[in-house]
């Protein structure tokens, strides 16, 4: 633990993320953003999509792209780079699920499918917070959002959200992992590796990021969303290098579902039977995980 912690404290020599960046109060993207920059360093192009993250002011290059082809533009150029002899130089995007599991999915897959070298990285919040809090593919099952309303006729999302990271790894990227704010070492040692990957072909993570105004939640309890996230078996962690899955966290005696819940009121409406749906699909994902798992 002294060498990873002597690791990620070398991370901290220069903030690449400019002091005018400001998202809403509690969230989480942007402190994952800040640390995104400190271990990729300078040579990168950051690109980004309409929604949060234009927010972001960086002190490197920055492209900005629409929603439906941010994949596409970072793969000319890299492809540009790779020509010229700038190997070492990162393509490298932050953008939300929206723009990664549904209008920009196409051109990811594309990417992905042949083995570009660029780093991709989906900070997901379960829905397109920053246009209105509309449900998007990966919006879990009895969410609320302003597109998916609770009443007599309506209880919430209706259908499982769509698992994004496994869906990368089946299109045999080099690097896939998931991970969160709430487990800073193990996210920082993802990043990492996801900067070596890039030199084999593409990496991809999918970052847990609550909302607090998109989950109508307490705005101080991000964190602590995330790390029961993960405690709940909601969101795993595990990375895959090279097609090779194992779990980079286990859980030996996860808390209750209803804990998490509990802290976002999108699911205060949220029957018991409801509630036993969607810790079915948990349970679901996490048998699938564990026998794709080497280890």
């Not at 633990?1 to 002091?19: Q, T, Y």
């Not at 002190?59 to 900005?64: K, L, S, T, W």
């Not at 995007?93 to 920009?104: E, H, L, N, R, S």
């Not at 009895?142 to 597109?147: A, V």
Request: hydrophobic share 40%.
């Amino acid at each position: 633990m002294k060498g990873v912690a002597k690791r990620i404290a070398s991370h901290f020599k220069e903030d690449l993320l400019a002091s005018a960046t400001s998202l809403c109060p509690g969230c989480p993207a942007e402190l994952a953003a800040r640390v995104m920059l400190r271990v990729l360093g300078r040579n990168v192009i950051t690109f980004r999509t309409p929604g949060c993250q234009p927010i972001f002011m960086t002190r490197v290059a920055g492209i900005p792209c629409l929603m439906t082809n941010i994949a596409s533009s970072m793969t000319g150029a890299s492809r540009y780079l790779r020509k010229t002899g700038r190997e070492d130089v990162i393509c490298v995007c932050f953008v939300g699920d929206g723009a990664t599991a549904d209008v920009g999915f196409q051109p990811l897959s594309g990417a992905a499918a042949r083995g570009e070298h660029i780093l991709y990285i989906c900070n997901d919040n379960e829905g397109y917070m920053n246009t209105g809090i509309q449900c998007s593919s990966v919006t879990p099952q009895g969410s609320w959002t302003s597109t998916t309303w609770i009443g007599e006729k309506s209880r919430g999302k209706s259908n499982e959200g769509k698992y994004m990271p496994l869906i990368m790894l089946m299109h045999g990227v080099s690097y896939v992992a998931t991970a969160t704010m709430a487990y800073y070492e193990d996210y920082v040692l993802k990043l990492e590796k996801a900067k070596e990957a890039v030199k084999r072909g593409m990496a991809y993570i999918h970052l847990h990021t609550p909302c607090a105004t998109g989950w109508r939640a307490p705005v101080e309890k991000g964190i602590e969303m995330s790390r029961l996230a993960v405690q709940t078996n909601y969101f795993p962690l595990w990375e895959a290098e090279d097609g090779r899955l194992r779990l980079t966290h286990r859980v030996k005696r996860p808390n209750p579902l209803k804990d998490l819940l509990k802290m976002q009121k999108r699911f205060s409406h949220i029957t018991d039977r409801e509630l036993e749906a969607l810790q079915q699909t948990i349970d679901k994902r996490l048998a699938l995980l564990e026998r794709l798992a080497e280890d």
